[in-house]
């Protein structure tokens, strides 16, 4: 994890030491988001991928208000997944124009919201494709759409699988060119399409493949389509590594294969825009979080290091957000990055349940009452996708340095 700087024994976030950045957050455990590291990735990802590729950030991955604003001024648009994520995206500067909002059930109050704001809808179904007619006929603001697709492949080696097969997410490409032709008789205007197939992959060919296939699809629908494709959202997926034996995605070879099959597709659709969509790939490598050691104690042989933070916050860490296999973050000891002496401890939260395990026996330096626990890979997928209630413990903050 050489992500973070280390000065003498401290982690280093945003140029400031772990235990000066505790004193002015003034309690653990906290997030705290790197806003260089977030840019750097940014730039290097417009390196990689061809000139004319729209990058998005999914707010899902992480919707903290600075982090998004931060953002704002890096990518070209922004998904949303609810109304409240489009509060927090139309509180920047992004257009609406650069903002889509997904996702199954929706609520005919959200998508009147989405109508007003001006934002592109990408519709799961033929149901509320006619809710979206009809909200639109009852507002006189004529809807924004695009057809979110549930397509015949899937995108292989994935972490989670949201296209191919039966899903609730989309429309079944198979009736697609029906709901194009109902599209044509309705007062709408159509966008295009999002095709979405999955999450955290570290496999660049799986990846590729899955663009190709995305590309050539949005070309077959466009024979019944209302009107030229203007926006083609093909999705994400590029993932970052957890766990010992994960290796970076080689995003070099997506964007290299990509600038060929673009190039391709816009013979056919000069006027459309090609658009990915990333969540963690932006924001998960740029975010730690940090507790401190509560307690340090030994049962029959374990040596168990009582932090104050636990899956409360942190619930990916414990392994129960998704996980088959528990495996460890990487976890380090924060103010004693040079520490010599390794003992191999198991790290646990406040909670009065097993599952509240952050790591489980794992080599560190020995660690006492007061030193400082972080969890790298944290800034996707961390606080907002934790249950804060349980166990009524207090609350994490949040920082942006
Ligand atoms: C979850 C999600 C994303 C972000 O996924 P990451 O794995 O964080 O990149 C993007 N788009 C859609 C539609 C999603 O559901």
Known sequence: MGQFPVKGNNLVIGGI??????????????????????????????????????IHYALKANPMPAVVQHLAGLVDGFDLASAGEMKVALDTPMSPEHISLAGPGKRPAELAQAIAAGVTINVESPNELETIAQ????????????????????????????????KQFGIDEEIVPDVLKRTQALALDFQGFHIYSGSQNLKAEAIIEAQQKSLALATRLSADCPSP?????????????????????????VGDALAES??????????????????????????????????????????????????????????????????????????????????????????CTPLDTLADK?????????????VYQSGAYGYSASPKDFLTQPKAEEVLV
């Open 229 to 253: 494709i203007k926006k083609l959202n093909i999705g994400g997926g590029y993932g970052i590594p957890y766990f010992p034996g994960d290796t970076a995605l080689d995003t070099q070879a």
């Open 262 to 351: 673009m190039g391709h597709f816009h013979k056919t659709h000069p006027q459309a825009e090609v658009i990915i969509e990333l969540g963690r790939y932006l924001v998960g490598e740029a975010g730690l979080y940090v507790c401190q050691v509560l307690d340090k104690k030994v049962s029959r042989g374990q040596i168990y290091l009582i932090v104050d933070g636990g899956l409360h916050h942190h619930l990916a860490a414990s392994g129960n957000f998704g996980q088959v296999i528990r495996k460890n973050y990487p976890v380090a000891i924060g103010n004693k990055m040079n520490g010599h002496t390794i003992e191999t401890v198991t790290i646990v939260g406040p909670l």
């Open 362 to 374: 794992t080599a560190l330096p020995t660690a006492e009452i007061g030193d400082f626990v972080v």
């Open 135 to 166: 909200l639109s006929g009852q507002s006189g603001i004529q809807a924004r759409i695009a057809l979110r697709i549930n397509p015949a492949f899937e995108l292989k080696a994935s972490g989670m699988k949201m296209g191919g097969g039966a």
């Open 17 to 54: 030491t772990l235990a000066r950045l505790a004193q002015r957050v003034g309690s653990t455990p906290f997030y705290a988001y790197d806003r260089q590291l977030i840019s750097q990735r940014v730039a290097e990802l417009r390196q990689q991928m061809p000139q004319n590729l729209k």
